[in-house]
C-alpha cells in the first residue's frame, strides 16, 4: 500500500461558517436520514430474501485447460469407474510378478513395533473425539460450500478478473460491466448449502466460522492428547519403511487380495501417510489459507500476504476441503469394506471384539449427524438472530484482537492495479441522487454531525481542499473477490481533526444514497479507532480519475481492515454515536440488519 499527504491540513480549509454553526441544520438532515432506515426481520422469507433476489442455478464445476478450454468435472465420474477397473488388472497383474511378490513379502503392509503393542487400542476420548471431528465438519464443509457460491470461482492471481478463474461452477461473466459480484451468485439446494438459499453468506459465515472454533478447540485438545498418551505413533511414520510398506499396501488393495488388517496395533504404511497427512498437513493448511483471507491479517502481515494472497489461499482453502472430502470418502468405504463390525467396535466402542456394541453407538451416532443436517437449514431460516448471535459469540473475541491491527502502508504499488475491480451493491436511483449526478455533484454536501463539537457541511470543492490522501490497497469482498485499485481523497484522521469528535463518541456511522436490498438507506457503523487507522479515508478518485458511478461517486468509505460490504459507498452523511443500537435495527449496518451480517467482519 502506499500514502502520500499532501502540505494542507484539517485547518486550511475555510468552511462556509454558516453553515457549519447552523446545527439545527445538520440536525434535521441526520433526523431524515433516519426517517428512510429500515429494520430487518427476524424470520426468513424465501420469496422476499435479499430482495427477492431470484433463486439461480450455475453449471457442473469447470476447471480451466490451458488458456480458453474448460474441463467439464462431472466427466471425472465415468473416468474414475474406469480408472478403477484399470487398477484392479493393474493390480492383479502386478501380483503374477514373482519379484512383486516377494517385495510384498519383505513389506506385507504393517509395521508392528514392541511399541505400537504396548499402545495398542484405541482409547475412548479418542473415540467421543473421532465423533465430535465428523459432527462438526458437515457444518463446516456444508456452510463452506454456501460460502463459495456467492462467488463460484478460483483464481491463482490476485486479481479477480473474470475469465482468469482456473475453476468455476457458473456461466461466463456477463457482458454487462455493470454485472455485479451479488448477481453472480449461485443457489445451492436447501440440504447441501447452508442455509441453501441464494446469497446467504452472512449466515453461512456465521456457521462456519463458529463452528470452526470449535473444531479448533477440539483439534488442539486432539494433540495434546495425542502426544501425552502415545497415540501420536499410529499416525506419524518414525522409519523410512512406511513408503515401501505403503506402496506394498496400495498393491494389494488394487488386486483386491488385501493386506491382513491390524487396526488395532498399528496402521499400515498408506494409512499411517493419509492420516499423517490429514491431521499435521491439511488441518493446520485450512486453519493457514483461511487466515490468508482475512482482510485485517493479510494488510497487516504484507510479507506473507504478498505470496499468500487471499485469492490463492481461497483457491488452497477449496483444494484443502477436497482433500477432507476424499479422505472422509475413502475412509468410510474402507471402514466398510474391511471389516465392518470390528471397525466399528474400533471407532465408537474402544474395544477390539466382533460384537454389536459398536454398531449399536455407530447408529445412534448417525441418527445424531443425519437429524442435525436436516435440522441445520430449517433452523436457520426460523432462527437467523440466534445463528448471529452464536456465531458472533464464538468468533467475536477472535476478530475483535485482529481489527486492532492497523495496516501500514507500502505493500501495492501501481503495477498492482487489478484490470478488472468488480461492482456490487445496490445503486442509487433517487430524484436527490439523480439531480446531484446530472449537475457533477455541484451541489453535493456531505453532513458530518452527531456527537462531535463542530458539525459541518462539506461540499466537493470542500473535501478536496483538505490535506490529500492517497493510498493503493486491496479490497477484499466479503463474498470473496479481491481486487487492488489506487484511491484518493482525505484521511478520515483528518474530518476528526475537523469536527473534534466528543469522549462519549464510539462509533461512526456511515450513510449512503443508495438503498439496501429490502429499501431502505444503506449504512454500516465503524469503531471510532479505526477512524485514525493510516489506511481509512473518505476516497473521491479512484486509479487517478474521479470515483465512477458504480464505484461510489462522489465519495466512498476506505478502511482496509474490513470487508467491502463496509465499505460504503455514495456517502451521504456521517454520524459520530455512542451505540449501535441508536440506529436502524441496532445491528450495526443494513447487510447486519437484513442479512445477518457481523458489524466486525476482519476475517
Same mark, same amino acid.
Given at each position: 500500500?502506499t500514502?502520500?499527504?499532501?502540505?494542507?491540513?484539517?485547518?486550511?480549509?475555510?468552511?462556509?461558517?454558516?453553515?457549519?454553526?447552523d446545527?439545527?441544520?445538520?440536525?434535521d438532515?441526520?433526523?431524515?436520514?433516519?426517517?428512510?432506515?429500515?429494520?430487518?426481520?427476524?424470520?426468513?422469507?424465501?420469496g422476499?430474501?435479499?430482495?427477492?433476489?431470484?433463486q439461480?442455478?450455475?453449471?457442473?464445476?469447470?476447471?480451466r485447460?490451458?488458456?480458453?478450454?474448460? %474441463?467439464?468435472?462431472?466427466w471425472l465420474i465415468?473416468?474414475?469407474?474406469?480408472?478403477?477397473?484399470?487398477?484392479?488388472a493393474l493390480?492383479k497383474?502386478?501380483r503374477?510378478?514373482? $519379484?512383486?511378490?516377494a %517385495?510384498?513379502?519383505?513389506? /506385507?503392509?504393517?509395521?508392528? *513395533?514392541p511399541?505400537?503393542q504396548?499402545?495398542?487400542?484405541?482409547?475412548?476420548?479418542?473415540?467421543?473425539?473421532?465423533?465430535?471431528?465428523? &459432527?462438526?465438519?458437515?457444518?463446516?464443509?456444508?456452510? !463452506?460450500?454456501?460460502?463459495?457460491?456467492?462467488?463460484?470461482?478460483?483464481?491463482? *492471481?490476485?486479481?479477480?478478473?473474470?475469465?482468469?478463474?482456473?475453476?468455476?461452477?457458473?456461466?461466463?461473466?456477463?457482458?454487462?460491466?455493470?454485472?455485479?459480484?451479488?448477481?453472480?451468485?449461485? *443457489?445451492l439446494p436447501?440440504?447441501?448449502?447452508?442455509?441453501?438459499?441464494?446469497?446467504?453468506?452472512?449466515?453461512?459465515?456465521?456457521?462456519?466460522?463458529?463452528v470452526?472454533?470449535?473444531?479448533?478447540?477440539?483439534?488442539?485438545?486432539?494433540?495434546?492428547?495425542?502426544?501425552?498418551?502415545?497415540?501420536?505413533?499410529?499416525?506419524? /511414520?518414525t522409519?523410512?519403511?512406511?513408503?515401501?510398506?505403503?506402496?506394498?499396501?496400495m498393491?494389494?488393495?488394487?488386486s483386491?487380495?488385501?493386506?491382513?488388517?491390524?487396526?488395532?496395533?498399528?496402521y499400515?504404511?498408506?494409512?499411517?501417510?493419509?492420516?499423517?497427512?490429514? +491431521?499435521?498437513?491439511?488441518?493446520?493448511?485450512a486453519?493457514?489459507?483461511g487466515?490468508?483471507?482475512?482482510?485485517?491479517?493479510?494488510?497487516?502481515?504484507?510479507?506473507?500476504?504478498? @505470496?499468500?494472497?487471499?485469492?490463492?489461499?481461497?483457491?488452497?482453502?477449496?483444494?484443502?476441503?477436497?482433500? %477432507?472430502?476424499f479422505?472422509?470418502?475413502s475412509?468410510?468405504?474402507? @471402514?466398510?469394506?474391511?471389516?465392518?463390525?470390528?471397525?466399528?467396535?474400533?471407532?465408537?466402542?474402544?474395544?477390539?471384539?466382533?460384537?454389536? @456394541?459398536g454398531?449399536?453407538?455407530?447408529?445412534?451416532?448417525?441418527? $445424531?449427524? *443425519? $437429524?442435525?443436517?436436516?435440522?441445520?437449514?430449517? %433452523?436457520?431460516?426460523r432462527?437467523?438472530?440466534v +445463528?448471529?448471535? @452464536?456465531? &458472533?459469540?464464538?468468533? !467475536?473475541?477472535?476478530?475483535?484482537?485482529?481489527?486492532?491491527?492497523?495496516?501500514?502502508?507500502?505493500?501495492?504499488?501501481?503495477k498492482?492495479?487489478?484490470?478488472?475491480?468488480?461492482?456490487n451493491?445496490? +445503486?442509487?436511483?433517487?430524484?436527490?441522487?439523480?439531480?446531484?449526478q446530472?449537475?457533477g455533484?455541484?451541489?453535493?454536501?456531505?453532513?458530518?454531525? !452527531?456527537?462531535?463539537?463542530s458539525p459541518?457541511g462539506?461540499?466537493?470543492?470542500?473535501?478536496h481542499?483538505?490535506a490529500?490522501?492517497?493510498?493503493?490497497?486491496q479490497h &477484499?469482498c466479503?463474498?470473496?473477490?479481491?481486487?487492488?485499485?489506487?484511491?484518493?481523497?482525505?484521511?478520515?484522521?483528518?474530518?476528526l481533526?475537523? +469536527?473534534?469528535?466528543?469522549p462519549?463518541a464510539?462509533?461512526?456511522?456511515?450513510y449512503?444514497?443508495?438503498?439496501?436490498?429490502d429499501?431502505?438507506?444503506?449504512?454500516d457503523?465503524? /469503531?471510532?479507532?479505526?477512524?485514525?487507522?493510516?489506511?481509512?479515508?473518505?476516497?473521491?478518485?479512484?486509479?487517478?480519475?474521479?470515483?465512477?458511478?458504480?464505484?461510489?461517486?462522489p465519495?466512498r468509505?476506505?478502511?482496509?481492515?474490513?470487508?467491502g460490504?463496509?465499505?460504503?459507498?455514495?456517502?451521504k452523511?456521517?454520524?459520530?454515536?455512542?451505540?449501535?443500537?441508536?440506529?436502524?435495527?441496532?445491528?450495526? !449496518?443494513?447487510?447486519?440488519?437484513?442479512?445477518?451480517?457481523?458489524?466486525?467482519?476482519?476475517?
Amino acid at each position: 500500500m502506499t500514502e502520500q499527504l499532501s502540505d494542507g491540513d484539517a485547518g486550511s480549509i475555510e468552511l462556509d461558517h454558516q453553515t457549519s454553526r447552523d446545527r439545527g441544520r445538520l440536525d434535521d438532515e441526520v433526523r431524515e436520514i433516519h426517517d428512510q432506515l429500515t429494520v430487518g426481520e427476524d424470520v426468513i422469507e424465501i420469496g422476499s430474501w435479499a430482495g427477492s433476489i431470484p433463486q439461480a442455478y450455475g453449471t457442473a464445476p469447470h476447471v480451466r485447460v490451458g488458456r480458453d478450454r474448460w %474441463f467439464n468435472l462431472l466427466w471425472l465420474i465415468p473416468m474414475s469407474l474406469v480408472a478403477l477397473v484399470l487398477s484392479v488388472a493393474l493390480g492383479k497383474a502386478l501380483r503374477d510378478i514373482p $519379484a512383486v511378490e516377494a %517385495f510384498i513379502t519383505r513389506h /506385507p503392509g504393517t509395521i508392528i *513395533t514392541p511399541s505400537a503393542q504396548e499402545h495398542a487400542g484405541f482409547p475412548v476420548w479418542l473415540n467421543a473425539q473421532h465423533f465430535l471431528n465428523l &459432527f462438526l465438519m458437515t457444518f463446516i464443509i456444508r456452510a !463452506g460450500w454456501q460460502i463459495l457460491a456467492d462467488h463460484p470461482r478460483l483464481y491463482w *492471481t490476485r486479481h479477480s478478473t473474470p475469465g482468469k478463474e482456473w475453476f468455476r461452477f457458473q456461466k461466463p461473466v456477463h457482458t454487462d460491466r455493470m454485472w455485479t459480484a451479488k448477481q453472480d451468485s449461485i *443457489t445451492l439446494p436447501r440440504h447441501i448449502g447452508l442455509p441453501g438459499i441464494r446469497h446467504s453468506i452472512g449466515l453461512a459465515r456465521w456457521w462456519h466460522l463458529g463452528v470452526d472454533v470449535l473444531w479448533l478447540a477440539n483439534g488442539i485438545l486432539f494433540y495434546i492428547l495425542l502426544f501425552s498418551t502415545g497415540q501420536w505413533r499410529r499416525i506419524i /511414520p518414525t522409519t523410512w519403511e512406511v513408503f515401501p510398506n505403503a506402496i506394498s499396501t496400495m498393491i494389494q488393495y488394487m488386486s483386491l487380495n488385501w493386506p491382513a488388517e491390524h487396526g488395532w496395533v498399528a496402521y499400515n504404511g498408506l494409512q499411517l501417510i493419509t492420516y499423517f497427512i490429514t +491431521v499435521f498437513v491439511a488441518a493446520p493448511a485450512a486453519l493457514l489459507s483461511g487466515l490468508g483471507m482475512s482482510p485485517a491479517l493479510s494488510t497487516r502481515f504484507r510479507r506473507v500476504s504478498m @505470496v499468500l494472497s487471499i485469492q490463492v489461499a481461497r483457491s488452497l482453502h477449496f483444494l484443502v476441503m477436497c482433500w %477432507f472430502l476424499f479422505f472422509i470418502v475413502s475412509h468410510v468405504t474402507m @471402514v466398510f469394506t474391511t471389516g465392518l463390525v470390528v471397525n466399528l467396535n474400533h471407532m465408537f466402542a474402544a474395544r477390539d471384539t466382533k460384537s454389536w @456394541v459398536g454398531m449399536a453407538i455407530f447408529l445412534i451416532a448417525m441418527t $445424531a449427524v *443425519t $437429524a442435525a443436517w436436516f435440522a441445520a437449514s430449517p %433452523f436457520t431460516l426460523r432462527h437467523p438472530r440466534v +445463528v448471529q448471535r @452464536v456465531g &458472533f459469540a464464538l468468533i !467475536g473475541p477472535f476478530q475483535r484482537l485482529f481489527e486492532h491491527l492497523d495496516s501500514s502502508p507500502g505493500e501495492y504499488s501501481d503495477k498492482d492495479l487489478s484490470p478488472y475491480f468488480w461492482h456490487n451493491g445496490r +445503486v442509487p436511483d433517487s430524484v436527490e441522487y439523480q439531480l446531484l449526478q446530472r449537475e457533477g455533484f455541484e451541489d453535493y454536501r456531505l453532513v458530518v454531525d !452527531g456527537l462531535v463539537e463542530s458539525p459541518v457541511g462539506l461540499g466537493l470543492a470542500d473535501l478536496h481542499a483538505l490535506a490529500h490522501h492517497e493510498q493503493t490497497t486491496q479490497h &477484499f469482498c466479503i463474498q470473496g473477490w479481491s481486487g487492488v485499485a489506487k484511491w484518493g481523497g482525505v484521511s478520515m484522521q483528518t474530518i476528526l481533526d475537523l +469536527v473534534h469528535p466528543l469522549p462519549e463518541a464510539e462509533w461512526v456511522v456511515f450513510y449512503s444514497f443508495g438503498e439496501g436490498s429490502d429499501g431502505g438507506l444503506y449504512y454500516d457503523a465503524h /469503531p471510532i479507532d479505526q477512524m485514525s487507522y493510516e489506511l481509512t479515508m473518505l476516497a473521491y478518485d479512484m486509479n487517478g480519475e474521479p470515483l465512477s458511478f458504480g464505484h461510489g461517486a462522489p465519495l466512498r468509505l476506505r478502511n482496509e481492515v474490513q470487508l467491502g460490504f463496509k465499505q460504503v459507498k455514495w456517502i451521504k452523511g456521517i454520524e459520530f454515536v455512542h451505540d449501535l443500537s441508536e440506529v436502524g435495527g441496532g445491528f450495526g !449496518g443494513y447487510n447486519e440488519d437484513h442479512e445477518f451480517f457481523g458489524y466486525r467482519q476482519s476475517i
